[in-house]
Nanobody, 123 residues
Framework: QVQLVASGGGSVQPGGSLRLSCAAS????????IGWFRQAPGKEREPVAA????????WYGGTVKGRFTISGENEKNMVYLQMNSLEPEDAGVYFC????????????????WGKGTQVIVSS
């Protein structure tokens, strides 16, 4: 079955960097669009970035564009989210997702959710 395991979260000071990893299994990376969502306490889940490796597509939410980079390694079935210049507003639980039909730029389109990894940005 489809499984998505996110890792790499942690605590970092503002301006710092983290790299999240998503290990996908039960499908090959180029079959699905992979996305990262995040959820801060008291807020709705929001899309952060997405990738379609078959079509070499990427998408970024407006608040992270220029600071975050999503990439994929088809041979390892891994997707990464490099997060630079982190801000306190970037804190939250980050989820790796898989969507069959379209780039996952909205939570309602996601077919599979993995368990999240916590990102804390604080001085």
């Amino acid at each position: 079955q489809v499984q998505l395991v996110a890792s790499g979260g942690g605590s970092v000071q503002p301006g710092g960097s983290l790299r999240l990893s998503c290990a996908a299994s039960g499908f090959t990376l180029d079959e699905y669009y992979i996305g990262w969502f995040r959820q801060a306490p008291g807020k709705e889940r929001e899309p952060v970035a997405a990738i379609g490796t078959r079509e070499d597509l990427t998408w970024y939410g407006g608040t992270v564009k220029g600071r975050f980079t999503i990439s994929g390694e088809n041979e390892k079935n891994m997707v990464y989210l490099q997060m630079n210049s982190l801000e306190p507003e970037d804190a939250g639980v980050y989820f790796c997702t898989a969507t069959l039909a379209t780039m996952p730029t909205a939570a309602r389109w996601v077919d599979y959710w993995g368990k999240g990894t916590q990102v804390i940005v604080s001085s």
